[in-house]
């Protein structure tokens, strides 16, 4: 069975670090998506991407937020300056044409922001 | 504002027992997911409905769709250890773009 796979399962960093989260999507998936859930708190959804393009974010995903697919099987997340508060689990998903309302998650990466 | 409100936060009960958790709305919803996440992992997706009314079976697993699109409910029939776990509904209204919105969750811990 394909799956969404993410890497690093845990990364730690300091304030004002720059991180990315590398995210692999199910081989034959078109659409991409970042959430994020906070301890505790709902998962919530950052941005979508398609066709080499962001088609909706959310209001947390300011300018401090990028994505990227640099090549045909790596989706990532950057956070250019990151604060205590972006300290998270970050999951990657992905969806295909066929059975297009069903989004399948990664195992996710847990950023810790010290 | 609660746009998927889910209903019990918590439910302990005993293995073999039936148990119901409900996901609520004020909003129509053209799909609606229903999810199982254990802790420091992903969700997993378990059922996606579309149509109102509709009912899926998953083993002990019964999903409904409420009529109107703006409900849904998760049945389990003889719970058993395995089924510990946080559930999560999430969905897809106009009203909200394209993106998923998901409920708080309803914590399923099942004792033997």
């Known amino acids: 069975e394909p799956e969404v796979t993410q890497t690093p399962s845990h990364q730690v960093t300091q304030m004002g670090q720059e991180v990315i989260l590398r995210c692999v999507p199910i081989?034959?998936?078109?659409?991409f998506y970042w959430y994020r859930q906070i301890l505790g708190q709902k998962v919530e959804f950052l941005v979508s991407f398609y066709n080499n393009e962001i088609s909706e974010k959310s209001e947390i995903f300011d300018d401090q937020f990028s994505v990227e697919r640099p090549d045909g099987s790596n989706f990532t997340l950057k956070i250019r300056s990151t604060k205590l508060e972006d300290s998270a689990m970050y999951f990657c998903?992905?969806?295909?044409?066929?059975?297009?309302?069903?989004?399948?998650f990664g195992p996710g990466t847990r950023l810790t922001v010290l | 504002t609660q746009l998927l409100e889910q209903s019990p936060q918590f439910l302990s009960i005993q293995e073999g027992e039936n148990l119901t958790v409900y996901c609520n709305s004020s909003s129509v919803f053209s799909s609606l997911q229903w999810y199982r996440q254990e802790p420091g992992e992903g969700p997993v997706l378990l059922v996606t409905v579309v149509t109102g009314g509709e009912v899926k079976k998953l083993k002990r697993l019964t999903f409904q769709f409420g009529d109107a699109r703006k409900d849904s409910s998760l049945h389990i029939t003889a719970a058993q250890p395995g089924d510990t776990g946080l559930y999560l509904c999430?969905?897809?209204?106009?009203?909200?773009?394209?993106?998923?919105?998901f409920g708080a969750g309803t914590i399923l811990r099942v004792k033997s």
């Open positions: 081989s034959n998936h078109l659409y």
């Open positions: 999430a969905g897809k209204a106009q009203e909200y773009g394209n993106k998923l919105v």
């Open positions: 998903a992905s969806r295909g044409r066929v059975r297009d309302n069903e989004q399948f």
